[in-house]
């Protein structure tokens, strides 16, 4: 299936962490299957003896040089030799171990972090969580914590991309990032569709080097050791050869892989000696789950859907299984490439990428008590047409005389006018008027059979709404096509027409269209809202 490609990441170069270890590859005298290192004992090829395995690792550690260990026990001795060219495995007559040297070069991957605050006029303490695997709602297994004086942090991130949401304090509601949500880098979040950085390097020491080689295509060159940077990026010029059972993780820091429609994964292999390698992805850089093999010189195609895999791909793991019979000794890797598209940012929410050192900003309106001109500044982040689109719905709002398409009447006097920002402002002061008696929804409606009361003109709204509020058997009412309907009832369902919902207590069993009125192609919404079971409207300043 053809993946997209979401947000953003930033990488930044960072030193790896190289780490050598010892392989016991044969064993001597001592076991049924006596072999050893065939240059075990040839001075040509001891670059050190010592008298200890610890001590000859350390030494060996030391030298770029130096390939693996022969230890032995010869007359009651114990000596362990540093070898530079270890041979083929022969039999051996000796109490002996023979270790191959390995190597793994990983990137420091949990040194990151993120920080943010909040903006608002409450003491109210607040939860964000990282939305890892894109859903848009929180997760029992994702990342999760709360503010401090409005501070908050999660720490020990690998490099990738995050969504970072917050779940909002009753009473409150986020005003910034809206719909839109916000890139923390650049407002182009494409990213080019191929590997960023290399995450891990495992070398088997199979091959010619222990450490990375590969070559050049023009000027031609093989077997030579290179940086990552052959195999990342789209240069189809530069490999790395991967010896067999070594691997290498690719990660993308400008793009995040999920499955969709057609092939989502590209391996590129430039050598013609039938080498093949084993190919898994991970959505969390612990667990790799095998997705297929990759054969030598073609562009390797894969699917995401073959292994019904629907986690975001953050990381790419290339093993390979058969170094084939080419003078490039090994999988020529030349690079990963993913299919290419975009997706908006994720709304109510900062995408970050990581490493980022900038702090991220969460605004939020607690208890309606800011002006309709300060919600227009903030929601609108200061577009000027936005902005004064929804200044203009602040100034039509008239508790006397309420109406659902009081901003479509205007805009079809005034064109100019946003009629979703014109939303935005009325029925922000429908909401602050009637807060926090008051839960304001769009498109709802009830079974008639619940009507307690009703009216047929809009400019009868505010008598109905307080003798609601002071009704204990009223519990919400609704305002359609001029016509007022009083509801004994909360447990409201979907519908179509244009209607504006008040429900005086939080419904148990609703089910929501939309927050607010979907007026044109684009719809915004708010996040949360909260409601009381009695007393008398509260009037505000709108």
């Known amino acids: 299936m053809r993946l997209i490609i979401l947000l953003s990441l930033l990488y930044s170069v960072s030193s790896y962490n190289i780490e050598d270890d010892y392989k016991l590859e044969y064993t001597g005298i001592q076991s049924t299957n006596s072999n050893q290192y065939e240059n075990g004992m040839d001075n040509n090829e001891i670059l050190f003896?010592?008298?200890?395995?610890?001590?000859?690792?350390?030494?060996?550690?030391?030298?770029?040089?130096?390939?693996?260990?022969?230890?032995?026990?010869?007359?009651?001795?114990?000596?362990c030799n540093g070898l530079e060219n270890i041979g083929r495995g022969v039999?051996?007559?000796?109490?002996s171990n023979s270790y191959r040297r390995i190597q793994y070069h990983r990137y420091n991957t949990n040194a990151h972090s993120i920080q943010g605050y909040t903006y608002d006029d409450s003491n109210y303490q607040n939860e964000y969580y990282l939305d890892l695997n894109h859903n848009g709602k929180y997760d029992n297994d994702e990342p999760k914590t709360k503010s401090v004086n409005n501070s908050f942090i999660f720490d020990n991130l690998a490099p990738g991309n995050y969504i970072v949401k917050q779940i909002v304090s009753e009473n409150c509601y986020q005003w910034f990032p809206s719909l839109d949500g916000i890139n923390m880098i650049t407002n182009d979040i494409k990213g080019d569709g191929?590997?960023?950085?290399?995450?891990?390097?495992?070398?088997?020491?199979?091959?010619?080097h222990l450490k990375p080689y590969g070559g050049t295509i023009n000027p031609h060159k093989s077997n030579v050791p290179v940086t990552f940077d052959y195999v990342l990026g789209s240069d189809k010029t530069t490999y790395i050869s991967l010896p067999k059972d070594s691997y290498i993780v690719i990660g993308f820091t400008d793009e995040t892989i999920i499955n969709t429609d057609g092939p989502d994964i590209f391996v590129h292999e430039i050598g013609n000696g039938g080498e093949k390698a084993n190919i898994y992805v991970s959505h969390n850089l612990v667990d790799y789950t095998f997705l297929g093999q990759a054969l030598t010189n073609k562009k390797n195609n894969f699917d995401l859907s073959d292994i019904d895999y629907n986690?975001?791909?953050?990381?790419?793991?290339?093993?390979?299984?058969?170094?084939?019979?080419g003078a490039w000794n090994g999988f020529d890797l030349t690079s990963v490439q993913v299919e290419y598209s975009s997706i908006s940012n994720s709304p109510f929410s900062y995408t970050v990428n990581v490493p980022n050192t900038q702090e991220i900003n969460f605004f939020n309106n607690c208890d309606y008590l800011d002006t309709c001109e300060t919600h227009c500044a903030v929601t609108t982040f200061f577009d000027n047409y936005d902005y004064d689109s929804c200044k203009i719905g602040c100034k039509?709002?008239?508790i006397n005389n309420i109406s659902f398409d009081v901003c479509r009447d205007k805009c079809q006097l005034e064109p100019d006018v946003n009629?979703?920002?014109?939303?935005?402002?009325?029925?922000?002061?429908?909401?602050?008027?009637?807060?926090?008696?008051?839960?304001?929804?769009?498109?709802?409606?009830i079974d008639k059979k619940f009507v307690i009361d009703e009216c047929s003109t809009n400019s009868c709204f505010l008598d109905k709404l307080n003798y609601c509020t002071n009704n204990n058997t009223c519990n919400s009412l609704t305002i359609h096509n001029e016509h007022v309907l009083l509801f004994n009832d909360v447990n409201h369902s979907c519908s179509s027409n244009n209607s504006i919902f008040l429900t005086k207590t939080k419904p148990s069993k609703s089910r929501r269209c939309k927050t607010t009125p979907d007026t044109s192609s684009t719809q915004t919404s708010t996040t949360k809202t909260d409601t009381?079971?009695?007393g008398t409207v509260v009037h505000k300043q709108l």
């Not at 979703?420 to 002061?429: A, I, R, V």
């Open 49 to 79: 003896t010592t008298k200890s395995l610890i001590e000859a690792e350390n030494n060996c550690s030391s030298l770029d040089n130096c390939n693996g260990i022969f230890c032995y026990t010869q007359n009651n001795t114990y000596n």
């Open 396 to 398: 039509l709002f008239n």
């Open 194 to 208: 191929y590997g960023d950085i290399v995450l891990e390097y495992y070398s088997s020491n199979k091959g010619i």
């Open 91 to 95: 039999p051996s007559d000796l109490d």
């Open 311 to 325: 986690q975001p791909v953050h990381a790419i793991k290339i093993e390979t299984t058969d170094s084939g019979h």
């Open 532 to 534: 009381s079971t009695t």
């Open 419 to 445: 009629i979703t920002q014109c939303n935005n402002g009325y029925f922000y002061n429908l909401k602050k008027y009637v807060y926090p008696t008051y839960d304001v929804l769009f498109n709802m409606t």
